[in-house]
């Protein structure tokens, strides 16, 4: 049986719509987009990867007042070839690893210098081609993701992978080392202690040496403890829920999480990071139309894909970010895992719909 026949009697007994490659094929031979996604892996080089992602979210709020809230038309721009997170935030997370890599960020981050994705690079012709090149890689996987129909999220899956690939190719270690001062990926203990690292066991930064460098580097000191983490998610995806309500979009509280973000990057301290809660808690509430569920449970849905949002990030960093030198984002990887799930469930007739994921209908 040959892999076309075989997509297509899955997606008639899954309600999943295949894709093809010739979709695939007929975005990518565009060289327009290629330039597009060059343009927006640069600016997220200059800009840094934090504020790129900050303006993405307030396009996706204007997106939403300006478009069609119930089709998400209007949020494109704010999640297209040089805007979207795959693109601009991606190519500034990989610029921000070079630049570390060659000592040409000395930002006084308390981390790896790599990890600064709030760290503007400026205009530095190799910085914004590294910025380029990985902005081209981004708009590549995320169109193949999306037009061969892979039920996920295909820009947070992309920028995870970016993420891991970027630290391949400059050298870095790709999982992270874990400390023997830590009880596993998982152990936060040397952090609250202040331990450090010993000589050598990890590579220096700059003029800092490896025990100049913490054991353990959580990737918001603030929001790492479980019970914390499950509140603000719980809180995040009803949030959302109820703007999705309001609104028909599930797009409005993942622009708010993200513009909020702009306090973070200024310096506030103890701003919650919420996107990855709030994106799946509202995609989850309006997953469950046409399903016979109450608005009350649609709502509780909800919560509990917020708080399964903001576990699965937590758990992420602590395996990826906690112990490695530059910036692989949790949120996108739980976000990434969060909507396969809720593709799941659409697949197998327990959600109506999975709203905005391809393939799943």
Sequence with gaps: MNSAVAMGILAQASGWSAGSIDAVLEILLDPTIWLGAAAGGAFGAALGA??????????????????????????????GPVFGPHIS?????????????????????????AKDIGFALGSKPDILAVGAVFGVFGIVLEQTLRNLAVPTDPIAFTVVASALLHRAVFGYSVIGIVSDKANGFMDMGPFERGEMREAGEVPGDGEKESEDRLAVEPWLPNMYKWSHVAAIGLTAGLAAAYAAIQTGSPFLGFGISAATLLFLNLGVERIPVTHHMTLPGATAYLATAGTGYSPLVALLIAGLFGLLGAVVGEAFQ???????????????????ITHTLIAILSIAGILGSAVWVPGAV
């Design 89 to 113: 935030f991606a190519g500034g997370a990989a610029a921000s690893a070079y630049a570390a890599k060659n000592g040409l960020m000395e930002s006084g981050f308390d981390y790896h210098n």
């Design 318 to 336: 602590r395996v990826f970010y906690a112990h490695g030198d530059t910036h692989v984002d949790p949120p996108a990887a739980s976000i990434a």
């Design 50 to 79: 934090l504020p790129a992602f900050i303006f993405t979210g307030f396009l996706v709020i204007a997106g939403v007042f300006g478009g069609d809230a119930a089709s998400g038309a209007g949020v494109g721009v704010g999640f």
